[in-house]
Structure formats: C-alpha cells, structure tokens
C-alpha cells in the first residue's frame, strides 16, 4: 500500500498529482504535502487524482480536511481527473457537490472568480 505525490504547477495555481492508495494508512503524508503548499503563501491547490487506484473513507476524509484547512486560509481546493472507482465513492458518500471537481483550466478560473467575488 503506497501513495505517490509530484508537485506540479500549471499557470499560478500549484497541484499535486496523487497516485496509489489514499488510506488510512498514506492519508498523512497527502496531508503533510497539502499542508507544505499553504506554508508557501498559497491559498488555491489542485489536486490531480487521475493515479488513484484504491480511496476508503479515510481517504476520503483527508480530501475533506484539506479543503477545509483551505478554506480557514481564505482558499479553495479542488479536485480534477477524478477516476471512476473515486467518483463512485464520492457519490456514495454524497460529496461530489461538497468536494468540488473541475474539468478544465477555464473551469477553474471560474470558480475561482465566483467564490472571490461571493
């Protein structure tokens, strides 16, 4: 059971690209990498989970507190290439509406304009 975590960047906004297993046996180090991106200043991740091959509630719960913890920074984090078996899971647990997921660039930038303004 291993995750696997790269830092990305795509325009200004910084992304981490997650693989593997998203348990409750690696959730902490997605939350050590999320919490090193808002020790930098940022206040905007996405995180890029089209590697995801296994997610449980933990997981799951670690995606929750990451967003929450972005959003106590005035922030906002968003997911993006979620994979079936994690959109299932998103969906049986009634969070896709919770846990925002966004298709492109331009979705993101509209998003991120609307919660700005709001």
């Not at 995750?3 to 997650?18: E, G, K, N, S, T």
Request: with cysteine; charged share 25%; hydrophobic share 45%.
């Amino acid at each position: 059971m291993n995750i696997h975590i790269q830092r990305a960047q795509v325009d200004d906004f910084p992304v981490l690209c997650v693989g593997g297993h998203l348990d409750s046996m690696t959730c902490d180090r997605l939350l050590m990498a999320t919490d090193d991106v808002a020790a930098e200043g940022k206040t905007v991740l996405i995180l890029d989970l089209s590697g995801i091959e296994l997610i449980d509630s933990t997981g799951v719960t670690s995606l929750v507190m990451a967003k929450k913890r972005f959003q106590r920074l005035g922030g906002n984090v968003y997911l993006t290439n979620i994979s079936g078996t994690t959109a299932r899971v998103l969906g049986l647990l009634h969070l896709e509406g919770a846990l925002e997921v966004v298709q492109s660039l331009d979705d993101l930038r509209h998003r991120e304009a609307e919660r700005v303004v709001a």
